[in-house]
């Protein structure tokens, strides 16, 4: 299952962005049977929910990893997932979604 998640970089850290619309990065995870890793991380192009649609067209997610408080139904008309999360560390909340660390 691919997974898209806005986040922020905190030194070595990816931290789950506050808001889906505005972040400046967009973390690809691959969550398999027990497991997750990390396949890419792209810079936002831009701002605002065309930047999200932009990110969620072209990685094509089963997933977004978003912030709990997070609108989502943008994400819902392009058919993809929504997970909402509390958890501020990316790892932690794709350990929701069932994924462990490798």
Do not use: H, Q, W
């Not at 929910?49 to 912030?67: K, M, Q, T, W, Y």
């Not at 997932?81 to 909340?93: I, M, Q, T, W, Y």
């Amino acid at each position: 299952m691919k997974v898209l998640v806005p986040a922020v970089r905190v030194n070595d850290s990816l931290l789950l962005a506050p808001s889906a619309d505005v972040c400046p990065l967009y973390a690809v995870y691959e969550l398999e049977k027990g497991g997750f890793k990390l396949v890419k991380v792209v810079a936002s192009r831009g701002s605002g929910s065309s930047a999200l649609r932009e990110a969620v067209e072209s990685e094509r997610p089963d997933i977004v990893i978003v912030p709990e408080a997070a609108e989502v139904r943008e994400l819902e008309m392009l058919g993809v997932g929504v997970c909402r999360s509390r958890e501020l560390e990316v790892e932690k909340a794709l350990r929701e979604l069932g994924g462990t660390p490798p």
